[in-house]
């Protein structure tokens, strides 16, 4: 199937981490999938129940609460994130199945992001299903996904009864990321059109990557960073290594929305369907990482095509088809891999020596190059086939 | 003005609380009406900042997030949250001026939280002007109003560097209040349909009452609840005075919302211009306090007219009309107001003898009521004049 249509496949080119029993349990827990009146109090505080219809409570709760975010759960996503802290909560000697809660949290939050993304994108799909919004209605939706922020507070008073500064200082890497990523998505809603007129009218490119990296880094690295530190700061290791660990995961999640924006060129597929149309970005006028390596490496002319082409985001399919072409030839999109493999790999050499000399070392190293690269392994593998 | 329109004017007859110089000052730090380039490290940690354009970033980043809260908190707000507060801070003998970054949190968050409302409810109108997401587009208000929840990480670290047990209390304390809070909001997304038509059916409105002050708690009481019981906590004082404290801040939210819906069947004017129409509710087919305490006060054929007028939310204004002279004249608005007072005077009644004997405590007490019942005074003061 890749073979014929050139597109990656997420479900079957990435390992999806739904190998992490203890997660999945905790996630059943938070977000069950039929909500008993005996599990209200998670969602109402227990002196406001009152006299309550509980059984229609539950099910009302279930409906509107619930499940747009279970749904949404339900329908993928590779976990990757609460995978790789689970595997540096190992690593460094601490309980996995304890800090298991949080690791839920952390996924739930991820959900939520994404269906009050879709609702700011207008997105009708997602991983190929109709998204929360459409299914649910866009109140409901959006009040559910804003709500799964907050899953992390419970996770932590589960986990952690008796330590409250340390639950204080994991909420607070936790929630300094979440305003970055608001940041960076205030960034990327507005999109990066001004800095791309300039790098295409004067051929200086520098303003421009600057704006694209550090979009990328607030808005998907920083939260990854915070993921692999909370991980750090459960095992009680030293805040060398947690900062370490932070810097890491920040660059695996900075490197995994570059390949993102490289794979979005030749559209996503997930279980074999499409879940996005190839180059959706450049249909949706978005400037992204290869467009913008294609600055000095695109004759000045085919540039400025390219973008007056996509710039008013209702370009016709064949002219997105050029301007597809245009990125892929010049070379950006390996310049982008190249980007993404150097900052893994400097972050991993500083983060290296501070981690126990062991095989679960070397197996978390893989385990993180592959989430970032895999789809592109992925597509080279599907080019030379 | 007043007497002329029999509106409420929520400016005139309140006392506003902008009389805190020292909130005021730390809504313009945590969002000034100008982003200074030195400012950056607040939206953006430090070490992502790199290479980036300090004052083209200053310029986005205070047209995407900043410009949507803070235009929203220029347009009005009585403030009574941190007003109460702070009251509460200083009859226990704290530091009002030291607890100021955390009260415009509070003022910050709940800014966020009518943005997104306005998004969900697609209100076109906020505190008589534009709503933010039609000044600055659904995606970046809707990302601005969520991120404005996170205020209080930045307040608390500030405020008490270095107590982390206290900045952990104080933020859990909140984060169960914004849950509660979605919780809230997803029961009022849904409404209370299949009560209201059991409640008309059947004359027994025991479970529509149930939900709806459920939901009026929920939605809107434990917030204020938080806000007081934060004060108490910053001051060190015991967990049952922090309790009765919570308790009473519930009750005045609670209370607020309901007066809130008798206000809203006369409208709602700010400054002498309307923000509301008169029976907005009933426009909308919600079901609201004063419509659910007509069961058993209307004759149940007259009960079953108002309901079928207003459930399909497309009624016309001369059956609206009706509805809300029939709800006035049975006597609803007088019930919920008297629930109101009861719910403020219990609660005040438990919390009274754990406060100092002190002229304070009595300003704390009327100024609470007088937030609660300021408006239903100026109506009742309206039609008597």
Redesign the interface.
Known sequence: MLANTGRIDHESSAAVARDLPCVEAELDRFYPRRLEPDQLEW???GD??????RP??AE??E???IAPVRETIDAGGHRWRPALAAQAVALLGGDVERFAPILAAMEIAHTGSLI?DD???EAVLRRGRPAAHVVH????A???G??A??AL?IAL?RTLPDH??L???I??AY??A???A??G???D??GHHAEMEHAVSTGDS??LL??V??TH??KSG?IAGAALEMGGLSTGAGPEVCRALGDFGTAVGTAYQITDDVADLSGVTRRGKPTKRPAEDLHNAKVTMPLAHCVGRLPAPRLRAVWEAMRSGDAPQHEIELAREAIEECGAPGVCEAEARTMLEDSWNRLRPLLPDAPATERFRERAFHYVLAGLDARAADSSG
Chains 1, 2 share one sequence.
Do not use: C, K
Not at 48 to 53: E, I, R, V
Not at 137 to 140: H, V
């Open positions: 969602w109402v505080p406001s129940l009152g006299s309550a219809d229609g409570l009302r709760l409906r509107s609460i009050v609702v700011e994108d209605g866009m109140p409901t959006l009040n559910a804003t709500n922020y907050f507070d008073r409250a500064p639950r204080g200082r909420s607070e929630v300094e979440l305003r970055a608001h940041t998505q205030a960034l809603i507005q520098s303003a600057d704006v990296r550090l880094r607030l920083l």
